[in-house]
Nanobody, 129 residues
Framework: QVQLVESGGGLVQAGGSLRLSCAAS????????MGWFRQAPEKEREFVAG????????YYADSVKGRFTICRDNAKNTVYLQMNSLKPEDTAVYYC??????????????????????WGQGTQVTVSS
């Protein structure tokens, strides 16, 4: 069984930064792509960022491109989301998730919920104006 635990959320002013962490249990973390999603109040959950299983490839939603950076440390079974230049519209619960495809090709960039099989409980990020 895989468990994902997010941390690092909080309240920050617009223009500020936060770094989210997602610690994973299990020995196979390093062979799966990981992703971050978010869900704002009364909105559907949306893709934010993803990273290939070996860390060589990253991809982002247009709304966060240039402001957010995803990375991973496979030795620590942890994936991170560095969020800079935060805006009030970034306010949401942020979730990390593990792709359901092991050793996916470098061109494979899962960005839909159905492409992920394990999810964390989420961490709240609130950006004040």
């Amino acid at each position: 069984q895989v468990q994902l635990v997010e941390s690092g959320g909080g309240l920050v002013q617009a223009g500020g930064s936060l770094r989210l962490s997602c610690a994973a249990s299990g020995r196979t973390f390093s062979s799966y792509a990981m992703g971050w999603f978010r869900q704002a109040p009364e909105k559907e959950r949306e893709f934010v960022a993803g990273i290939h299983w070996n860390g060589d490839s990253t991809y982002y939603a247009d709304s966060v491109k240039g402001r957010f950076t995803i990375c991973r440390d496979n030795a620590k079974n942890t994936v991170y989301l560095q969020m800079n230049s935060l805006k009030p519209e970034d306010t949401a619960v942020y979730y990390c998730a593990r792709s359901s495809t092991q050793y996916g090709s470098s061109w494979y960039q899962p960005s839909h919920e159905y492409e992920y099989d394990y999810w964390g409980q989420g961490t709240q990020v609130t950006v004040s104006s």
